[in-house]
C-alpha cells in the first residue's frame, strides 16, 4: 500500500510540473513542427525564446499584476491577447484557443499559436525575453550538437 502511495504522489508531481524539454528534444521537435525559418525567425531563435520565457518547461506560467494577464507555456503566451483563460479582463484571444492548451506536454497548439503571434507587425520582437537575451546575440548554442 504504501508503495501504491509514494508511487501516486511521484505521478501527481510529474503531471504539475509538466514536461520539461531537454534542450536537443526541443530543436527537434520545433524544426518537426515548422518552426525553422518561420517568418524568418531561425530555430536558434525559438530556442532561445523558449530557455529564457520558460526553461524549456510546459506548463509555466507568470502573472502580470500590471495587465492582470498571465503568461502561459513553452513561449510563455499571454492571455491579453493571444489565448482565453477566463479571467483576463478585455482579452483579445487572438489564437482563438484556451490558455489551458498551451500547457499541454503536446505543444502543438503552443507552436501554433506562437507562429500567429510571430505574424503580427512586431514579429518575434513581441517577446521581452527574446529582446533581452536573444536579440542580435550568438545563437548557435541552443541548437549545436543536436543534429538540426
Known sequence: MKVLLILG??????????????????????????????????????????????????????????????????????????????KTPRAVNACGISCNALLQDDITQAVSCAKRVVRDPQGIRAWVAWRNHCQNQDLTSYIQGCGV
Request: aromatic fraction near 12%.
Open 9 to 86: 504522489l511521484v505521478l501527481l508531481s510529474v503531471t504539475v510540473q509538466g514536461k520539461v524539454f531537454e534542450r536537443c528534444e526541443l530543436a527537434r521537435t520545433l524544426k518537426r513542427l515548422g518552426m525553422d525559418g518561420y517568418k524568418g525567425v531561425s530555430l536558434a531563435n525559438w530556442m532561445c525564446l523558449a530557455k529564457w520565457e520558460s526553461s524549456y518547461n510546459t506548463r509555466a506560467t507568470n502573472y502580470n499584476p500590471g495587465s492582470q494577464s498571465t503568461d502561459y507555456g513553452i513561449f510563455q503566451i499571454n492571455s491579453r491577447y493571444w489565448c482565453n483563460d477566463g
